[in-house]
């Protein structure tokens, strides 16, 4: 099996190694405790013409992360979003379904944080953080710090702002190439009994971003990684 990439978020060392395959070490298990080791070629695919964000498509502000002009946790914001979603015909897929859209190409990524994708992750998932730590000190980035201590958390997030720019160069034609994300929980845009547009969540919210950028073939996991282990399903783990 092949790992089809894998994407360093920090800017200085994804440009270092743009175009050198690197090699992991992988642990191959299942929740059940059977343990084996493999080596797979993890190789950072190039696009020579990067998708970037515009006006239009999420971006990060005095208030954070904006869809439209609202933030996307708001109901108008999530309201607009979900809509986008419907529209773009963005699919909610089974983890059984996995296999008969790899067979036709589908790039499979894990957007939740770096150390979450390495304590395990799907067989095959390529690592894309949507969130990153706050990385800098702009008096915006200030508040976001002091508005997360406020909840106890003492390290705060902040859009990944090369994600689009990474995904692009995992997938070779953004108009036809299957896209499938995960983050922990999945989603959906089913109504429920306390929202009409259904579960947001991050990869809902990374999704609208790529539907922004003129992806249209974009899959979520439905259960996201959470519901993908409790149902003793394979996972990977770095060494």
């Known amino acids: 099996m092949q790992l089809r990439g894998y994407v360093d978020t920090a800017p200085s060392h994804a ?72 529209q773009a015909n963005v699919r909610m897929v089974a983890p059984q379904e996995l296999s008969w859209l ?30 990153q730590p706050i990385q800098g000190w702009t008096p915006w980035q200030v508040a976001r710090r002091m508005g997360y201590a406020l909840f106890g958390i003492a390290h705060g997030t902040e859009v990944n702002p090369n994600f689009m720019a990474d995904v692009s160069k995992l997938v070779a034609d953004p108009a036809s190439t299957p896209v499938v994300l995960y983050c922990s929980l999945g989603g959906s845009l089913e109504p429920t009994n306390n929202d009409k547009n259904g579960q947001q969540t991050r990869s809902m919210v990374a999704a609208y971003g790529l539907t922004q950028a003129g992806f249209k073939a974009l899959h979520i996991l439905k259960g996201g990684y959470f519901d993908w282990i409790a149902n003793d399903r394979e996972i990977e783990i770095f060494e």
């Open 102 to 131: 790899s067979e036709k190409g589908a790039v499979l990524l894990d957007i939740r944080p770096a150390e979450n994708y390495q304590e395990g992750h799907l067989p095959g998932a390529v690592n894309v953080p949507f969130y």
């Open 15 to 86: 440009t270092r190694h743009a175009t050198r395959p690197r090699v992991c070490t992988l642990r191959h298990r299942s929740a059940a405790g059977r343990a084996t080791t493999i080596s797979v070629l993890a190789q950072q695919q190039q696009d020579p013409q990067p998708l970037t964000q515009t006006s239009s498509q999420l971006r990060s502000g005095p208030t954070g992360l904006n869809v439209g002009q609202h933030r996307p946790t708001s109901p108008a914001g999530w309201a607009e979003m979900a809509a986008a979603l419907r």
